[in-house]
């Protein structure tokens, strides 16, 4: 079911419109307005689209010990269903660092840590990368550093050092261009997250010397030779 990052039920092309209109979601039924749909008007809620993507990436990340975020990421998103592209990787980014971080010996009960992830990650909504200029990607690893340093909008340096987290990985992500592609802005944030993680707290996580998508064939709008994690050798 579905196609290259496509409709989920007829596998032809999303379309995102200039202003939200109010769709019925054609699984729970609900009313909601949004800028996306297919090219035969099914329209799929956030929290439809995400909802077992997300109860997976919690159980993937309870039973990881790796100290390698971008690893736990890879092996969320071989999940069928954390889709190629989708808002369930607002919550993917952040719990692959929650999780690696745990690992490498960051003070966190994970668990709890997981959990408070989801519900702060499934209030991005999808598209938000176009239509708000802010790839979720990028504010998953501000929820992360948000989660680590016990951030509150009242807080001072954690304030200030979880809204420049955001901004880092928003910035190596604007710089690669578009259209968007889930894989490749996760995986830009989270090597931007374990850095400054470093850097700030001093908890060093893993990163492999060289990230090779292994994704590209599924998304229609690949950067290909342009994208930092594309096989050169592999032919699309």
Known sequence: ??????????????????????????????????????????????????????????????ESG????LEIAVSMMKNPY???HGPEHHVLVGASLLTAYANSG????????????????????GGVCGLHGCCGAAVSTGIYFSIITNCT??????????????????TSIARHGGP????RDSFLAIKEAVDFTYEHLGVQMELPERMVCGFFRQNEQCLEKRCPFYPVKNKK
């Open 180 to 183: 968007r592609c889930c894989k």
């Open 66 to 69: 790796s100290r390698a975020p």
């Open 1 to 62: 079911m579905g196609g290259k990052g496509a409709c989920l039920v007829c596998g032809k092309p999303l379309k995102y419109l200039e202003k939200a209109e109010a769709m019925e979601c054609v699984i729970c039924h609900e009313v909601h307005m949004s800028n996306g749909k297919c090219e035969d008007n099914h329209y799929i809620c956030d929290e439809c689209h995400g909802k077992k993507g997300i109860e997976a990436i919690k159980d993937i990340c309870l």
């Open 106 to 125: 960051g003070n966190i009960e994970l668990e709890s840590a997981l959990d408070e992830m989801a519900i702060r990650g499934q209030q991005v909504p």
């Open 153 to 170: 909008p009242l807080k001072e340096e954690e304030w200030q050092k979880a809204n420049l987290m955001t901004a880092a990985s928003l």
């Open 82 to 84: 954390i889709h190629m």
